[in-house]
């Protein structure tokens, strides 16, 4: 059994920010934090002051979390990125609507250096009960992770202890967040003191120009310290707020935030659950109404339909099932539909199966066929305009030398470059028949079976297309081509220019999906100089349909390509990457470090000169114990992580890798901590610095083996395509959205409280009895094991003993 909570935070976009910059505007992205760790970062959105990132994250939390901080700053190539402002959301303020979270724009507040504080201190805290006067005894023995507030990147912290009036210092520890003091600081206590009185420790960096860099505090009620004696970790807090609400001044961001906080159970406890969902596919006699995928399907809301889809998929994918899945959902689809004309453009439950199947499975297929494109539209920043109240003519100066050019030729040169950026991708379109998954083309051969099925007549010929290419241009081609960031097809958003360039190219594919059926009909007329290049292009694209559905049968494909989809040994991320090893030569940092080609698969981390060198070094992941970042002065630069990982004698071995640009930093990061997060033995500490002339960089510690100063992270930011199969928790997630239906689910003619077994009919619960009764059944033991679990873990009582059998499938 596992307990989890996620957080599932979208940056949406901002407006409204203020201009940083010379030019009037700005560069912004965002920082995620939680609880002060750094958990995300957007892309960088070039020259805007409405800036839209549209960036999701799923975040595997401690559960005793308390808030997310979202930072927005304007990236500077020179010198330190501009702080723009900050929203802060308390756990309580995300919890409050537990089904809908926080989805709103919130205005920016002001970053108070004072506020911005991080890192614990280690405390112990007593007063002898016995002698007169009573001497309060503050041991002040480290601290951790606290602010770098000088240049360094390190600072120079000391404590300042304050109580019943008498104020006691400690040493200045230079040059370090990691400081350790174990000092003593002792207050004499009179009589009649104890009442209110309050034991202040504040922590300083020591500046010898100027005042001092305020780090954090912790009080403690000096009453509760006489009774108890109080020693540990305490978590650094800031000087109560006094920001002002600025009114909007700093301008807006809109977050949707979610928490979810789970049990998952062990996988057989689930068993009956999927057994049931898979039944219509396994025993396919029964009337498509009465089962329970369209239970689940009926009961499903609007806003978690995506969330829903994602899990079918990931479970019938891992149960070799997946194009069955999807013909079932999109067969209970057409049969509702009598105008073609509509087929699939809701967002139903058989829509977004499909659409997240093609994300989970299709995505390298995408990065193959557009990437290099994609790549050449941003290498080149063409201005590319066609509508003439968009048209900037003065942009025409860096194109010519002979003055401002008409508005004619701006269109023309516009036309001319969307043309041979659309047929480049026109073509590596439907020239990738052989590359596209087998997976996918059965599938989409099924629909094509289906849809003729419904609409048999030659007035119905386009919909045999239309229903492919719907799903194929308009919610997997056009959307990647729009925003290739949220497709891992680029690293940063596009600035305007590109940006601009790439949503007139995701029209047009739109229209080739549409077949060309509403050229002329839209509000756009300036879009129709491009209609002779789309006309021939539908021609094209439907002879690629047929050729993609030409299989030879829809039983092959899925199962041999599971094996291949979800081997163990596939590549999760690759890509050239600087690397070192600790202990090593002591170069200095531009040598020390060496280009390599690095491969994440679930297996290992694999690295070697080139992509086609042979002679290869690995780090299995089973032996990794830590992933984290590495303080930014410790090499001269500040994108650099560690993996310390146990060799078979038990000894640890630290290698660090250096990435190009904090966003690369962060995406190894979450990779290799999502790919090591079910690892047993990982270490609670590490150094986030080196042991270098006798000593550790991060917190001055003399001895090699000094444990670490540092609290490790297991926080993984997931996105939704890429998370680990887990049929498990994908389980634990429909049975959540159905048990909080269970209204609809009772049985009929059933009476009095849910799951009540007096009030079902005969043969609830068995095999072949009636399905709602039996899917109530199924949720009531879920219920039951759950139960025993809180109790085993929460007050005495056995868990359960063995899950319940799975019932015989009819």
Request: charged share 25%.
């Amino acid at each position: 059994m596992a307990k989890t909570t996620s957080l599932h935070c979208r940056v949406v976009e901002g407006k409204d920010l203020p201009a940083k910059d010379v030019s009037g505007s700005s560069d912004p992205y965002c920082v995620v934090k939680v609880d002060n760790e750094v958990v995300a970062r957007t892309a960088t959105v070039w020259k805007s002051l409405n800036p839209f990132w549209g960036e999701e994250y799923t975040l595997r939390l401690p559960r005793g979390f308390h808030s997310l901080t979202v930072y927005v700053l304007d990236e500077d190539t020179i010198g330190q990125d501009d702080v723009i402002g900050k929203v802060s959301l308390s756990r309580q303020q995300i919890s409050a609507e537990p089904r809908a979270g926080v989805d709103s724009w919130l205005s920016l507040a002001p970053v108070d250096p004072d506020e911005e504080v991080q890192g614990e201190i280690h405390l112990e805290l007593q007063v002898p009960k016995q002698g007169h006067p009573r001497v309060l005894r503050c041991h002040l023995i480290e601290a951790r992770d606290l602010a770098p507030r000088d240049l360094s990147g390190t600072s120079d912290p000391f404590a300042r202890v304050s109580c019943c009036g008498h104020t006691l210092e400690t040493a200045v520890i230079k040059k370090t967040r990691f400081p350790h003091w174990d000092e003593v600081l002792e207050f004499k206590l009179e009589e009649g003191e104890l009442g209110e009185a309050v034991l202040s420790v504040e922590v300083w960096d020591w500046d010898i120009v100027g005042k001092n860099d305020f780090l954090g505090r912790v009080e403690f009620p000096l009453e509760t310290i006489c009774r108890d004696p109080t020693k540990g970790w305490f978590q650094l807090l800031p000087f109560p707020s006094t920001a002002e609400d600025h009114g909007g001044q700093l301008g807006a961001l809109r977050l949707a935030v979610r928490l979810v906080e789970d049990t998952v159970l062990p996988g057989p406890y689930y068993q009956p659950l999927i057994q049931l969902l898979t039944e219509p596919i396994l025993c396919p006699g029964q009337p498509p109404a009465g089962t329970a995928l369209a239970v689940l399907e009926e009961v499903t809301s609007g806003e978690s339909r995506q969330d829903v889809a994602t899990k079918l998929v990931k479970i019938f994918l891992g149960q070799g099932l997946a194009v069955p899945l999807l013909d079932y959902l999109t067969t209970r689809e057409l049969a509702k539909t009598t105008d073609p004309n509509t087929l699939f453009r809701s967002n139903s439950l058989a829509s977004k199966s499909v659409e997240q199947f093609m994300k989970v499975v299709g995505l390298p297929y995408l990065h193959e066929v557009l990437k290099p494109v994609v790549n050449r539209i941003f290498e080149e920043k063409k201005y590319v305009e066609l509508d003439p109240g968009k048209m900037e003519l003065s942009r025409s100066r860096r194109i010519s030398f002979k003055g401002s050019l008409s508005e004619a030729r701006v269109r023309e040169s516009s036309l001319e470059l969307l043309k041979g950026y659309l047929g480049d991708i026109v073509d590596a379109i439907v020239g990738s028949v052989e590359k596209c998954p087998l997976i996918m083309r059965v599938a989409f051969k099924q629909l094509r079976r289906r849809v003729e099925e419904r609409f048999p007549s030659a007035q119905h010929e386009e919909v045999r297309y239309f229903s492919i290419s719907g799903f194929l241009f308009l919610r997997f081609f056009a959307p990647a081509v729009l925003t290739p960031k949220l497709f891992s097809l680029r690293e940063q958003h596009a600035d305007p220019r590109t940006g601009r360039t790439l949503l007139l190219l995701a029209k047009a594919l739109q229209s080739i999906g549409n077949l060309g059926l509403q050229l002329g009909q839209g509000k756009e007329p300036w879009m129709a100089p491009l209609h002779a290049v789309l006309l021939p292009s539908v021609t094209r694209v439907k002879a690629f349909l047929d050729g993609l559905v030409a299989v030879a049968s829809t039983e092959e494909g899925e199962g041999s390509v599971l094996p291949e989809l979800f081997r163990p040994s596939a590549t999760i991320k690759e890509g050239y990457l600087h690397t070192r090893t600790a202990g090593g030569p002591m170069l200095l940092p531009r040598f020390a470090f060496k280009k390599r080609y690095f491969w994440l698969s679930t297996e290992a981390l694999t690295y070697s000169k080139s992509p086609e060198w042979q002679a290869r070094c690995s780090i299995p992941v089973p032996r990794m114990r830590a992933v984290e970042r590495v303080d930014e002065g410790t090499f001269q630069h500040p994108h650099v992580m560690q993996i310390v990982a146990q060799d078979g004698t038990g000894q640890l071995h630290t290698t660090y890798i250096q990435c190009k640009s904090a966003q690369e930093l962060w995406q190894w990061l979450w990779a290799l901590r999502q790919a090591s997060s079910a690892n047993e033995a990982m270490l609670p500490t590490c150094h986030p610095g080196t042991f270098r002339a006798g000593r550790w960089t991060c917190c001055l510690q003399p001895a090699c083996t000094a444990p670490g100063c540092s609290r490790t992270h297991s926080t993984v930011a997931l996105g939704e395509w890429s998370d680990p199969l887990d049929p498990a928790a994908a389980a634990q997630t429909l049975y959540g959205h159905l048990r909080r239906a269970g209204a609809q689910l009772r049985p009929a003619g059933a009476e009095g409280p849910e799951g009540s077994a007096a009030s079902e009919p005969p043969g609830t619960g068995q095999a072949g009895g009636p399905l709602g009764g039996r899917l109530q059944a199924v949720l009531q033991d879920l219920d039951i094991a759950h139960d025993a679990f809180a109790r085993r873990d929460g007050a005495p009582g056995p868990p359960p003993s063995s899950p319940p059998a799975p019932a015989a499938a009819t």
